[in-house]
């Protein structure tokens, strides 16, 4: 930006310099150091104006963040669109001020060359330096209050990119569990899907479900209920790495999405699981009693040639629902 700036404001002294010159031959003409003053005077101005552009580019370009794209919690992302809209509005109104500021300084600067190369004394030479002053020092205020909103409009800027961060965050992670949950499941499982097949590259999906969890919820109430829950998500994230994706699906029924994993490969992670759940001594939140054994029933599927992602859903599904019929406490694939 300054080399611009700087390019810019030694082209408009190189033009004062050939309109003098053309005017001038003799610089004794001149009583006061007009030549000097009047070039100086350019090369700050050119600098102003360039900077200027640049910075209302700048303003411009970062109102409408990625993360606008991105869905959000309703109420909160209604809030927080209505913000950005004002601020976006404000921002504009400002740089639409600011640019029609930056037009009449262009057309101040044309006027004044335009006089100079009609100057024939000292004394035309020092009105005009006089009127392309007053015009600078109009054009320095502007930038003064112009830079006042620049800042702000960083400020408020960042505080709205955080925000839409966390509402974009906690849309993404269940509230009670923090796994995954089930809209950024979907997305997630579209895109893995269409990426495999694009690849050529496996992809298997575990659904599981915790047996008898209304039986929990029942006999020891729903507090140790979500309890449990959050203890089971955190046992199945130690055991899921690098891509796979851990989501709350819906009440007590979670799912793994794993690209790059085959079949046998899935059913392992899901058969580790299972057996940590079941070998697991589950205690009650405040007095520390005993809730008993905890186990769960799991489905295994691999994608296969050309199918849809809710194929896959489906068919891991089936799958699990095996492992009920069979008795629960098992892996199906």
């Keep these: 930006m300054a080399g611009l700036a700087l390019i810019s404001s030694f082209t408009a002294a190189s033009f004062l310099r050939d309109a003098i010159a053309a005017r001038f031959s003799d610089a004794t003409v001149l ?14 101005a050119g600098g102003i104006f360039v900077t200027l552009a640049f910075q209302s580019l700048a303003l411009g370009r970062p109102l409408l963040p990625h993360s606008l794209t991105r869905p959000l919690c309703p109420d909160e992302a209604e809030v927080s669109g209505q913000r950005l809209n004002a601020h976006l509005d404000a921002s504009l109104r400002a740089l639409e001020a600011h640019t029609k500021s930056a037009g009449r300084f262009a057309d101040s600067l044309s006027e004044g060359q335009s006089r100079l190369k009609m ?18 020092e109009k054009m320095q205020r502007a930038n003064t209050a112009y830079q006042r909103q620049l800042v702000d409009a960083t400020r408020q800027l960042n505080i709205l990119r955080d925000e839409l961060t966390r509402v974009r965050s906690e849309n993404e992670r269940d509230a009670l569990t923090n796994a995954y949950s089930r809209g950024h499941f979907d997305k997630t499982l579209t895109t893995l899907v269409s990426a495999a097949h694009q690849e050529s590259s496996d992809l298997s999906l575990v659904m599981i479900d915790i047996d008898h969890f209304k039986r929990i919820n029942d006999n020891f109430g729903h507090v140790v209920g979500d309890d449990l829950l959050q203890k089971c998500t955190r046992l199945m994230m130690h055991n899921v790495k690098g891509k796979d994706c851990l989501a709350r ?6 799912a793994i999405i794993m690209p790059t994993t085959s079949l046998p490969a899935a059913a392992i992670v899901a058969e580790q699981i299972r057996q940590k759940l079941e070998t697991t001594k589950w205690k009650t939140g405040k007095d520390g009693a005993m809730i008993g054994a905890v186990t769960a029933s799991f489905g295994v599927a691999q994608l296969r040639q050309d199918e849809t992602p809710q194929d896959l859903v489906e068919r891991a599904d089936q799958k699990l629902y095996a492992s009920k019929h069979a008795g629960r406490n098992r892996v199906s694939c």
């Design 119 to 136: 100057a024939q004394d000292a004394a035309r030479v020092r009105s005009i330096v006089k009127f392309l002053t007053c015009e600078n």
């Design 249 to 254: 699906y819906g009440g007590e029924e979670f």
């Design 31 to 44: 009583a006061i150091p007009a030549y000097d003053f009047v070039v100086a005077f350019f090369v700050f």
